[in-house]
């Protein structure tokens, strides 16, 4: 069975809700939620959903969104939220909270409740085996200064830790106390370091566009000295034949 899971956006209390249909697991599904986080407008994705009864798409896409959310389309979508009350089936939750700037990671096949579990601390659903699953549970969070701040091996590290955790665990990071912080060097990625990949990035871009033009001017070129080869040929050709009738117009006139 597919690993599935739940992403929701949160604002103003208000909360947006897709199910993810298959490799919901961090280290697929985490890198779409950062992604999400880390270059795309988050508050725009959120504007542009727009929860429908009638409307049969439900499944989260990453992809989607960011390219609906940079055109300001609105994506009509059937809401989902009681899926992560249901820890039988929904094995993770990604809740992005704009508001808190904070990413909350939630996991489930919870037996046991949660106290203070913002989801419900009821049984949700009982097998036929008479065993009772709880709302999903809050395991971790990740401020959003601390998902752009470091690798995204070290996020999906982190959930996997916090999973096997009695206690929410927290990841934050100030950036002035970077160098002091224990392990701070290891696992966080300087901003400056950061902007010099993305121009990295954005280098290679622009030689390689740079490169196409270059190509297709070269190739313009050499059309263009195959048109100027034929156009002498036949200009070759037009003077001979003007010739010829200048001559037989000569001897027309004697």
């Known amino acids: 069975m ?3 899971g739940i992403v929701i956006l949160r604002k103003n ?20 939620i950062v992604s999400l986080i880390r270059d795309v407008d988050i508050e725009g994705v959120f504007d542009i959903l727009i929860p429908s ?16 959310a940079e055109e300001k389309r609105e994506v009509h979508y059937k809401d989902n939220a009681e899926f992560i009350r ?24 919870q037996k046991e409740p949660q106290k203070g579990n913002k989801y419900g601390e ?10 009772n699953y709880y709302p999903c549970k809050l395991v971790a969070k990740f401020s959003f200064k601390y998902i752009k701040s470091v690798l ?3 996020i999906v590290d982190k959930m996997h830790q916090a999973k096997e955790s009695d206690d929410v665990m927290v ?9 002091n912080a224990d392990g701070a060097k290891d696992e966080v990625v300087v ?40 156009m002498k040929m036949e200009l070759s050709i037009y003077r001979s034949e003007i010739s010829m009738l200048q001559s037989r117009i000569e001897k027309m006139k004697k």
Request: some cysteine; hydrophobic content about 35%.
């Open 2 to 4: 597919s690993t599935r």
């Open 13 to 32: 209390g208000e909360e947006k809700s897709m199910i993810i249909a298959s490799d919901a697991y961090p280290e697929y599904s985490a890198r779409n």
């Open 53 to 68: 009864s009638f409307s049969d798409r439900y499944w989260f896409d990453a992809r989607e969104l960011t390219l609906y």
């Open 86 to 109: 249901d820890s039988l089936m929904c094995e993770y939750g990604y809740v992005i909270d704009i508001d808190e700037e904070v990413l909350e990671f939630y996991v489930g096949g």
């Open 122 to 131: 009821k049984i949700t659903y009982t097998t036929a085996d008479r065993e």
């Open 152 to 154: 995204l091996r070290v």
């Open 171 to 179: 990841f934050d990071v100030d950036l002035q106390d970077m160098d």
């Open 191 to 230: 901003p400056s370091l950061i902007s010099i990949y993305k121009k990295l990035d954005w280098i290679q871009r622009t030689i390689t566009t740079t490169l196409d033009k270059h190509l297709d001017i070269q190739n313009r070129y050499e059309e263009g000295l195959r048109d100027i080869t034929r």
